[in-house]
């Protein structure tokens, strides 16, 4: 079986994810910070060492901005709804998944008023077409650090200086850059940063996590017990347990720990390295089969390790059946949640093949992709 | 190690849990419900097969109605927030967990009514006592089956008679029943039942769900990715879809349905009946012990096993430390995140050391804490 589908979830994980998560479960799976008991202490020490060794990756001053979330897009709902009120305006991209674009329509019905920049057809947005969008109620810009789509990566340190200098929020939704390129809030002027933890961190499914920077006036958008505050029936302000209502996903957390962890021990520098390489290899030698065609930057240091293509004008789910069926070759066909993004690259009838690459996809098996790509258009 | 934390989390679950999470994550960790490869359809296949189980279990006629969230906090907040809107009246009770307490308080100030209907002094509440509260704009009922904190087994046939005979939504808390008390969303006349997946149906932790009657016109309160209409900024409006945006916990959900199963092959009267003379035996003979207090009803019949107790007038936290520090006894202290309740049972000040059993609990461990109790009332 040769995995291509790491920008829906990355497969496999490091071994330690599997066996950790096992332990949590069996070896102390209590309730993290509710009872008070020795176990139910060490499954919150497991929390807590976790968001603070993410807080330290992404530079985050305080572990407590960092909460932790059901998958990323809890987290970017989290932000979008909690904080944008009737009257405000939002700034986003045609590249964004449906996880940004979905509640910022939503809020459109609740007077919030929205601004769609958009893309080149390389899906590439620039600052100025984002700066032109700024209107006087600009209170928040939303947008994507790496495109799901094209895996075009976006000028996020320059248009946060931007949002900087005008006094507007930047949110960042990290789906495809957080464990795959270095992200630095304070840096970055991230203010909101919504990433999940089954992707680039290499952890398990059912987890994600979103920074706040301290100061904000962010609503939550769920309520309930924090273990506390016990005796009180409004939502405590404390963070992180404003925003963490009910029993976190321990186990998972623990598995994203492992996954953050073998980043740290490979380097993160040194997974980038890899990806680039088999993307470059794999974008040079498509090119040379005709009726291959390519979307996104064409220069791999642009773009992550995220490859859509087309055969001629087949459809890209047949593509993917094909490749499926025949080859053992998973990857995702049709329009991948973010259909503004296939406007801008104008793929929305088409759809497109998305080949998309980990840390443990090796040069032959994107050889072996290459040849089956290569026999498919010779069939036809 | 003794674990009578079960009511938090329950502890340890089935072998067979641990051993298809593992399997999960490592066999077919792909993304359900996105790409279309094998693996992503095995692991579609399995969150299918397991809202196909749960369903039959409560009753639920079309599977498509239950919904996957990461906890029962967020089922219950997507319910009551989904559902309520201004000029709405919801009656709940003092017996509630903060995860309704306090998105129902929250409301209040976006105008909607509420009346909390108190308990006895055995935690229960009565169908009359939410017949009173009644108004011309009740549009929903919230309320717990069996209390987190006394066991209390609630009047949920007889309230749902009530709630259909008058046309008004009836959401139960199943957070300490599911898995334990047959329930069936029928025969009960449920609207909604929300249910956390690693309490009594012995799943993994990051896992709940919500299931919603046909037919009613409840919002999400999370939009984003559903991996349908892809083509669309908007929100589907299909079910589950709907109420499902971006990743879910595959693995833990595979967790959940070996959870399930575990009950089905032992037959969840014959864990109730085991809680039950574990619960019987604990009261009976704390009843002997000079200085004990056990709140909830007397009669291990008419409640769950959770019982909190408290040992002359010494505070809940110290008496559970020593329990830990002393006998590696596991139970929560304190105030329970339901204020209201202990405010109901008097318990407000001292917070109630809980005892909750589990399907794995025997006699001799429970004897073993009996023993542990007495010696504190010994030693003060």
């Given amino acids: 079986m040769y995995y291509f589908d790491n920008a829906a979830t990355t497969f496999p994980k490091p071994e330690t994810v599997y066996d950790k998560v096992y332990e949590a479960m069996k070896e102390y799976g209590a309730n993290p910070g509710r009872s008070g008991h020795k176990m139910a202490l060490k499954a919150n020490r497991e929390v807590y060492d976790t968001r603070v060794l993410l807080s330290k990756f992404f530079n985050i001053k305080d572990a407590f901005n960092l909460i932790f979330t059901f998958n990323c897009t809890t987290a970017l709902n989290m932000a979008i709804r909690g904080t944008l009120k009737e009257g405000d305006h939002v700034i986003t991209t045609s590249m964004e998944h449906n996880s940004v674009l979905r509640p910022v329509k939503h809020l459109e019905s609740l007077g919030v008023e929205n601004t769609i920049v958009y893309a080149d057809e390389d899906g590439y ?3 100025e077409s984002i700066e032109k969008a700024i209107r006087t109620n600009t209170k928040m810009i939303a ?3 790496v495109s799901n789509l094209t895996g075009t990566v976006m000028p996020i340190e320059e248009i946060g200086k ?9 949110l960042v939704d990290a789906s495809q850059s957080a464990g795959v390129i270095p992200i630095d809030v304070d840096k970055m002027n991230i203010d909101f940063l919504a990433f999940p933890g089954h992707k680039g961190l290499l952890g398990p499914q059912g987890t994600g996590a979103l920074f706040i920077r301290d100061g904000l006036n962010t609503d939550t958008i769920i309520q309930g017990g924090t273990g506390s505050e ?3 029936i409004y939502q405590p302000e404390i963070m992180p347990d404003k925003f963490e ?15 953050l962890n073998y980043i740290l021990e490979t380097g993160i520098e040194n997974i980038r390295r890899k990806e680039e390489k088999l993307s470059c290899y ?8 005709e009726g291959v065609r390519i979307y996104g930057p064409a220069d791999a240091v642009q773009r992550a390790a995220v490859i859509p293509i087309n055969i001629l004008d087949m459809d890209s789910s047949e593509v993917s059946y094909i490749l499926d069926d025949r080859y053992d070759i998973c990857v995702r066909p049709g329009l991948h949640c973010a259909p503004l993004a296939h406007e801008s690259i104008g793929t929305l009838e088409q759809g497109a093949v998305r080949f998309s690459f980990g840390p443990f996809n090796t040069e032959e098996e994107v ?3 290459i040849r089956a790509i ?7």
């Fill in 143 to 145: 947008m994507t650090h």
């Fill in 245 to 259: 209502s009910g029993t976190l996903n321990m186990p998972g957390i623990v598995g994203l720990k492992e996954g």
């Fill in 230 to 232: 016990s005796y009180s």
């Fill in 367 to 369: 050889e072996y992709s």
């Fill in 162 to 170: 931007l949002a900087k200098a005008k006094g507007i929020l930047f």
């Fill in 125 to 127: 947005i620039t600052k």
């Fill in 282 to 289: 794999f974008i040079e030698e498509l090119r040379k089969i």
């Fill in 374 to 380: 290569y026999e498919i258009t010779k069939q036809i």
